[in-house]
Structure formats: C-alpha cells, structure tokens
Nanobody, 126 residues
Framework: QVQLVESGGGLVQAGGSLRLSCAAS????????MGWFRQAPGKEREFVAAITGSGAGTDYADSVKGRFTISRDNARKTVALQMNSLKPEDTAVYYC???????????????????WGQGTQVTVSS
C-alpha cells in the first residue's frame, strides 16, 4: 500500500485555475501509474486524468482535455493536477489514486487503482 495525501483544493471563480498536489509515501513510486478521479454530489466517481509510472504517457477525460494537465515528480514522490479554465461543472471532491507496484500503465478504471487519498474539495463558482 501507498499513503496518499492531497492538497490544493479550494474555491475559485469560473475561468480560474487551481493546482492540486498529491504526496505519496511508500516504495516503488515510479513503478506505479497515478491518477486523479473526482466525485460530485449525487454522482458516481469519474476518471479525470492518469499518468504512467515514468511520466512519459498521460490520459485525460474528454471533459478536461486541453484544460487540465497531470504531471509527476518521481524523485519527490508527488503528482500534480494543474486545472485551468475551470467551470462550475468541475466542482467535486478530487481524489489521488495509485495503481499497485509494477502497474505502470494508465487506466480509466477506478478498480485498477488500489490506493486512494482522502480527497480535496474543489468548488467553482459561476
């Protein structure tokens, strides 16, 4: 297991930006793909973005493509989500997630991620 702690959420006006960070503890961080998911009230958790263990490959949900950027620093064991041009529909609790050791490929499926952070609230006002 890896411990994940998110930070950086908050309240922002539509069109604004936020940067979420996720700090990981545990071993073999660079062998794990990392992802961000979100859950809005009354809705199911949905995929936002993922990055391969090496950081060379990324995937995004269509709803955030071109606005959000996922990145990672394996030396510091951190992953970030830069969110620009935020919309009210981006309002949700955002979760950082890690795949198991050795699973360096990205995935859209939350069930492929075995470790989760506690979540950070992002609220976008119109």
């Amino acid at each position: 297991q890896v411990q994940l702690v998110e930070s950086g959420g908050g309240l922002v006006q539509a069109g604004g930006s936020l940067r979420l960070s996720c700090a990981a503890s545990g071993r073999a961080f660079s062998s794990r793909a990392m992802g961000w998911f979100r859950q809005a009230p009354g809705k199911e958790r949905e995929f936002v973005a993922a990055i391969t263990g090496s950081g060379a490959g990324t995937d995004y949900a269509d709803s955030v493509k071109g606005r959000f950027t996922i990145s990672r620093d394996n030396a510091r064991k951190t992953v970030a989500l830069q969110m620009n041009s935020l919309k009210p529909e981006d309002t949700a609790v955002y979760y950082c997630a890690a795949r198991p050791i050795g699973y360096g490929a990205t995935s859209y499926q939350s069930t492929d991620f075995g470790s989760w952070g506690q979540g950070t609230q992002v609220t976008v006002s119109s």
